[in-house]
């Protein structure tokens, strides 16, 4: 009977963990209400950014973008990805083998029942896309964003 009170405990500790998605783990400097995020979002950015959502594949500006610079968080600016670390991953995001270090935060999603790792801005909270297991080397990791939640200033040439 008692190992069976504990798997009952156990598995109501890993429910509410999920639910709460971390909270208190990382602390996001900038805060808005939502009023204030739509007043510098446009539709769609807050759509993806708060509301978690997804930008349908091959939509997106910067997919194509091979210049050398910098891409940044769509909601607060602040660096997230260069250049190069973007790679083809033929699924039509944006994808990148690493992120800038400390930049990004990953928390678990487990919406629509698939176990996944959400990856955030580590300085609005705003939500990125996903990171996958299957990228290339040397991290092979594969960072799936949002081009809606970037934007990318080019670098000047000297
Ligand atoms: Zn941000």
């Not at 978690?52 to 910067?62: F, Q, R």
Request: hydrophobic content about 30%; some cysteine.
């Amino acid at each position: 009977m008692r190992s069976i009170a504990f798997i009952i405990s156990l598995s109501c500790l890993a429910f509410s963990c999920s639910g709460q998605s971390n909270s208190g783990v990382h602390e996001f400097p900038v805060q808005k209400s939502p009023e204030e995020w739509k007043e510098v979002l446009s539709e769609e950015e807050y759509e993806i950014l708060r509301e978690k959502g997804t930008e349908p594949s091959y939509s997106g500006d910067l997919l194509t973008e091979k210049r050398t610079g910098i891409y940044t968080c769509a909601g607060c600016n602040q660096e997230l990805f260069k250049s190069n670390t973007k790679f083809e991953s033929g699924t039509g995001w944006p994808s990148f083998y690493d992120a800038v270090n400390g930049k990004v935060v990953l928390q678990t999603d487990s919406s629509f029942f698939l176990l996944r790792q959400e990856i955030l801005c580590s300085n609005c909270g705003g939500h990125l896309g996903h990171v996958f297991d299957d990228g290339p080397k040397p991290t092979g990791l594969r960072y799936c964003v949002n081009s809606l939640s970037l934007d990318f200033i080019p670098k000047e040439k000297p």
